[in-house]
């Protein structure tokens, strides 16, 4: 990689690049501005909703091109910088691509000591998303629940980042003998799990079947756990969302109800 690059700067202002979303595709990016000696004005990937009508440049995942930058991060920057950057990719941060490509330019200028230069945005942006990312993947360790359908262990999640390379090894170590499966409904996505076997795969949708009879009572027994714990006088509705913030609720069986009639009364306190 080029160490300081003479950048274009008129005709390049509104340059687009458009990539295939992977990280392999960001990397390209990285690897077309030094080459074509531009900055683009923006990165989107395939789910751009609006585009420029002009200045668009498609970038080809080329596996040499991303070998290449992959390589030079670790060795021209530092092993910490190269786990921040990856780390970032997974964050819901907007127009991360960006900040990213800003950060791997200071990185290449000034090496690893940049990382601890006062008051740099890039570094202060790209370290507190990873901080929510983080954050996110710790909270859902203990907000997931499980059904079982057919053997299998299965839920859904929504988060705002994508979780679920952080999720596999603490469900996979914790139930090494089970079936596991989380889908991720907001980045198309899922954690699939056999034994001694994990993948994290695209995938467009997952609706699981209906709770049978058992499930729906068990789902009851963990309500009325749920119910029982509580010291109702300290209830406290604001603490409550503090820890536990409502957008997770929906996905949580505590909130649900799809208990049996004979069963629905232990839920309640009835």
Known sequence: MPRRPDLKTAADAALTYRYDGTFEGFLCCVFESYTAHELPAAIVGPEAAELPLFGVKDITTDEEHADRVARSIPARISRTADDLLRHAFLTCLPKK???????????????????????????????????QLLHEAHLLKGFIRF???????????????????????????????????????????????????SAVIPMDDFRAAPPDEEERKFRALWRAFYDAVEIRPRHNEKCRMTLLPKRYWRYMTEFTKDAPPEMARIGTGA
Do not use: C
Request: proline share 6%.
């Open 97 to 131: 691509e960006m900040v990213m490509l800003r950060f791997l330019r200071q990185g290449y200028r000034y090496g690893a000591r940049f990382l601890s230069f006062a008051g740099n945005e890039e570094v202060w942006r790209l370290t507190e998303a990873v901080k």
């Open 147 to 197: 059904s079982d359908q057919g053997g299998v262990l299965t839920t859904t999640i929504g988060p705002k980042n994508f979780v679920l390379p952080f999720l596999a090894p603490h469900f996979t170590s914790r139930f090494p003998e089970e079936r596991i499966l989380i889908y991720d409904e907001k980045h198309h996505a899922a954690l699939v799990y056999r034994p001694y076997e």
